[in-house]
């Protein structure tokens, strides 16, 4: 029997606490052993009675608990992984600084594995100086700091410093588990465009012509760019099931026309961009202004004209402008036919499109759309293809990144 991950997650004392709750089941209910060490002052938010109940774990905060056990050297020792939620900007100084005055800050500094550390705190707190060296000291040594969600903070203040969607943390957790190296900052200043979702064009007040898409890979795609230090703009079409990706500029669309603007827009000044969305191919000619009845003579014909290519747009674009290094990554969603194989379509679509890199994925009941894996393959221009196995959307995110970051390298 495979044993299960073990996980140290430490909570930090901020108003933000009570979330760890839910990375904590998020975590438990997806099959990892975790441990939860909180500070003192975080037991002042949430009671160590919730963190045992959820975990099934025995908590402690000091080092002078089970010391026959050595704790705060065991725990970091044993760990697959040490997640901080939150990570307040004290606790962000002490690790920083290699102090050990609780169980938390000597589990980090004995864990030999992935640590990693999701901010919450007020704005100013975050962008101060001794905040941003700390955070930048702690990078520099391999721990994976996050970048943090913009929003509502405590009382009526808003802006940055909002701890990330618990899901979101929990997602990058086993990213970092299947993939220690998954988050590397090496998009620094980079600015990055991600379309996601499906188009959906009206045929009526009521019904449309769509597609399946979730938009699930565009938002990982979307998450880890801006955890690799990139600037990203995620164009997203009726996704209203998922969280905005934290550190992410949200830009809401509907149709193939106003995916079209809005990626234009935003990729006018853009390093890279990533067609993800499944974008319609085609719209009604006209739109009922009201719903289309049932009658008992047959519906008239439903006239089909076809919408703009925006991937081969963006190609295009990018030709005029002279020494663009804009790098350009298309998506496509494949099956095979009597004709050809899935590659063999993705290859020829390669070569129509004119873009650097193609994603291709083999789509199909219970493939790629509506799930929470995916597989396929990166194409490139230069003809290399590297396949991508079955793993979480997040992980072939990675994948995607790794392929963009090495053709920008040559």
């Not at 994976?144 to 009526?156: H, I, K, M, Q």
């Not at 379509?345 to 009941?365: I, M």
Request: hydrophobic share 45%; net charge negative; charged share 25%.
């Amino acid at each position: 029997m495979t044993p299960r991950p073990r996980v140290v997650l430490g909570v930090g004392g901020g108003i933000a606490a009570y979330k760890a709750c839910e990375v904590l089941r998020g975590l438990t209910e997806s099959g990892h052993d975790v441990r939860v060490v909180p500070t003192e002052a975080a037991l002042r938010f949430v009671g160590a009675a919730t963190f045992e109940a959820l975990s099934g774990n025995k908590v402690h905060t000091g080092v002078f608990s089970d010391v026959p056990e050595v704790p705060h050297v065991r725990l970091g020792q044993e760990a697959d992984l040490v997640v901080v939620v939150p990570a307040t900007a004290d606790l962000l100084a002490r690790a920083a600084h290699g102090l050990a005055d609780d169980l938390l800050t000597g589990t980090l500094l004995t864990a030999r594995c992935p640590v990693l550390m999701v901010p919450a705190m007020h704005t100013e707190m975050w962008e101060h100086p001794a905040t941003r060296a700390n955070v930048a000291a702690l990078r520099g040594r391999g721990t994976v700091v996050t970048e943090p969600a913009s929003g509502r903070l405590t009382g009526a203040d808003t802006g940055k410093g909002r701890l990330a969607d618990p899901a979101e943390i929990v997602d990058l957790a086993k990213l970092l588990l299947h993939r220690a190296d998954a988050l590397p900052r090496d998009m620094e200043g980079l600015r990055v465009v991600v379309s996601a979702g499906g188009t959906r064009e009206p045929l009526d007040p009521v019904r449309y012509l769509g597609n399946r898409s979730s938009g699930k890979q565009g938002y990982a795609l979307a998450r880890t760019a801006a955890q690799r230090g990139a600037r990203v703009t995620l164009v997203s079409a009726h996704t209203l099931a998922l969280p905005d990706p934290a550190a992410v500029d949200v830009v809401k669309v509907g149709t193939t026309a106003e995916l079209r603007d809005a990626v234009h827009k935003a990729a006018a000044d853009a390093d890279v961009v990533v067609m993800a969305a499944a974008v319609a191919d085609f719209r009604p000619v006209t739109r009922a202004e009201f719903k289309i009845k049932k009658t008992d003579r047959d519906p008239d014909p439903i006239g089909l004209t076809r919408n703009p290519d925006v991937l081969a747009e963006l190609v295009e674009a990018r030709r005029g402008v002279p020494g663009s290094t804009q790098t350009i990554v298309g998506f496509a969603a494949e099956t095979g036919d009597s004709g050809a194989d899935v590659l063999d379509h993705a290859r020829a679509k390669l070569a129509r499109k004119g873009c650097d890199l193609l994603v291709v994925n083999a789509v199909g009941e219970g493939k790629a759309f509506e799930t929470e894996d995916n597989a396929g393959w990166v194409l490139a221009a230069d003809g290399t293809e590297q396949p991508i196995a079955l793993g979480s959307k997040s992980a072939m995110a990675t994948e995607v990144w790794d392929s963009a970051m090495s053709l920008r390298d040559r």
